[in-house]
């Protein structure tokens, strides 16, 4: 079996940005952040994207690491909590209709 450890999962804007309260930073760094090569970033926020392009590739298996939306570093702990539990909560329900093809980890406020 091939599993990909290192599979990052973005939750719909949608989703998170009505939680996001006082504007916010960039993330941990302070810097803008972001995927490079945006011809793949759909692989990152659609689940039967990164499916289609497991089995292109041979990979059984994704393990998924969510990412924090901008401005999660700057919330206060409960507003942290909201989003963090959000985004786990989304992961989750992508792992629960694929559990054969994602298990994932989550992110803490």
């Keep these: 079996m091939i599993v990909d450890i290192h599979a990052h999962l973005t939750p719909p804007k ?3 940005e009505p939680l996001l ?6 993330g941990a760094r302070g ?3 972001g995927i490079t090569d945006k011809s793949v970033a759909h ?3 659609d689940p039967q994207a990164r499916i289609d ?3 292109a590739l041979g990979i059984d298996m ?3 690491t969510p990412g ?4 999660f570093y700057s919330q206060t702990a409960e507003d942290g909590l909201a989003v963090a539990r959000a985004v786990n909560d ?3 329900g992508v792992v629960a209709a694929h559990p054969k093809r994602f298990a994932s980890l989550g992110i803490v406020p």
């Design 14 to 16: 949608a989703l998170v």
């Design 21 to 26: 309260k006082g504007g916010g930073g960039h």
């Design 31 to 33: 810097g803008p952040g």
């Design 43 to 45: 692989i990152l926020s």
């Design 53 to 55: 392009d497991m089995d």
């Design 62 to 64: 994704s393990v998924l």
């Design 68 to 71: 924090p939306p901008r401005g």
């Design 90 to 92: 989304y992961a989750a």
